[in-house]
């Protein structure tokens, strides 16, 4: 009875274990890690590298430490931060416990606060380049991990890629300089390489029928917007109520559930037949290859240069705290989580094109009403908007690689993920890595204007993409029945049928 109780269970868990919807799990949970790495540090290097290195906050520390002394309340101390921002909270408690004489005590605090302004509109430039270094990183890994995963397999670089994310986790908890941060974000760039491209041609490959194929992508790219929801506002809380190195402790132990569920699912090896497949080069001469990579690039680098210069022109337009500059991505978070899952099958319908160009409009009226707000609440609005515009494009872009490589190439999709990859961490280095110096020379609201006008002027070329001509010997044309469509027929390899409107 036991043993036969065992040889089900076991028998189960073998079925499970080839199962696509497992495969989908590990990839959703890879994403969703990375990103929320990624966001985590958003509210978090700014206040820190601030305080790391700048002698005005001691100067400011010993302001508040010498007012506890003359003041029966002891919060000052402990909410020195708090006050900082709220300059009407500090005058109210200064009159009210203070026998110190309260216009030294305000004067004193807005001085150095005026200090801070200046510091950290200074410090645009670094947090821009620290921010970029991952995306830099991840680029110029991508074009040897999607060749690799031809050769070994995608098993193997997946794991890789979950190593080096605990690696980078623990050295962002224990680093205490700016050196430290930074090769703590150039190293998860490298593990970011190895996860998105092998875990996207799992997928691609897992799932060849185009619907299929659209629906597993919206769902994974869903793990990357959960991380991108959660990181900001839990990297601003618990950096702001715990301390630096809790968020990124509580992440490798998550990270740690992922691996586990690797090894048992996976089972890490080197594939026993290299597979044969467009080299890298080839497919980035294809112009239809470069017209969606160039979308993707131009529907992330506004959000990407947000990621830098939000948070400190927050704090210096409106005193925002740490939990209020993660929670002002919010919205674009759940708008894009909404995004992907909406349009992943239904881009396949409208047509992947129209979603993408459309996406991209909305994304530049988006970036424009940023700017205008006044309030943490006034970036309700246009940021859910960039957030869903951006789920737009990327889950009609992500299947249309895999559709363009079956149709024109081999159905081997390791290098065109490789390339969808190499695409959105372009937008990743240029735009961190320009924001601060666009901010420093002509402002925030300059910097958006000028990403929303690029996006307005790329929209068009995605007509293109409405009907791409298929290699003869990858495709043949077959009418169907009442003659008024056609329907193309993909080689013996992927025998799924693709329709055209």
Known sequence: MFYESFQAAKDFWLQWRSSRVLILLIVFIALFLDNMLLTTVVPIVP??????????????DDTYRFLARNCTNNELMKRRDYFARHPVDLRIILRTYCNWTVDWAINKTDTENKQRTVILEKENEWVGI?????????????????????????????????????????????SKSYTLLFIARAIQGV??????????GMLADRYPE??????????????????????????????EYIGKASPFLVLATLGLVDGLLQLAVLKPGVASEPIEGPSFKTLIKDPYILIVAGAISFGNIGIAMMEPSLPIWMMSTMKA??????????????????????????AHKIGRWLCCMIGLILIAIALMGVPMATSIYGLIIPNGLLGFAVGMVDSSMMPAMGYLVDIRHASVYGSVYAIAD??????????????????????????????????????????????????????SLITNENHNSFQYTRSKSLDNDYNFD
Request: proline share 7%.
């Open 47 to 60: 206040d820190y590298l601030y305080r790391l290195h700048q002698s005005t906050v001691k100067s400011q």
């Open 422 to 475: 190499v695409a959105f961490c372009l937008g990743y280095t240029i735009g961190p890595a320009l924001s601060g110096f666009i901010v420093h020379a002509f402002g925030f609201p300059v910097m958006l204007y000028i990403i929303s006008f690029l996006c307005l002027c790329y929209a068009p070329l995605l007509i293109l993409l409405r009907n791409p001509p298929a290699r003869t010997e990858r495709m």
């Open 130 to 174: 620290m921010f970029a270094s991952k995306a830099f990183v991840q680029l110029l890994t991508n074009p040897f991990v999607g060749p690799l995963t031809n050769r070994i397999g995608y098993s193997v670089p997946m794991f890789v890629g979950f190593v080096i994310m605990i690696v980078s986790t623990l050295i962002f908890a224990s």
């Open 321 to 346: 705290s740490e939990f209020q500059q993660g929670a002002a991505f919010l919205p674009a978070s759940i708008a894009y989580l909404i995004g992907t899952n909406l349009f992943g099958p239904m």
């Open 210 to 239: 185009d619907v299929e194929r659209g629906k597993a992508m919206g769902t994974a790219l869903g793990g990357l917007a959960l991380g991108v929801l959660i990181g900001p506002p839990f990297g601003g809380f618990m950096y």
């Open 191 to 200: 593990g970011s390489a190895c996860s998105s491209v092998s875990g996207l």
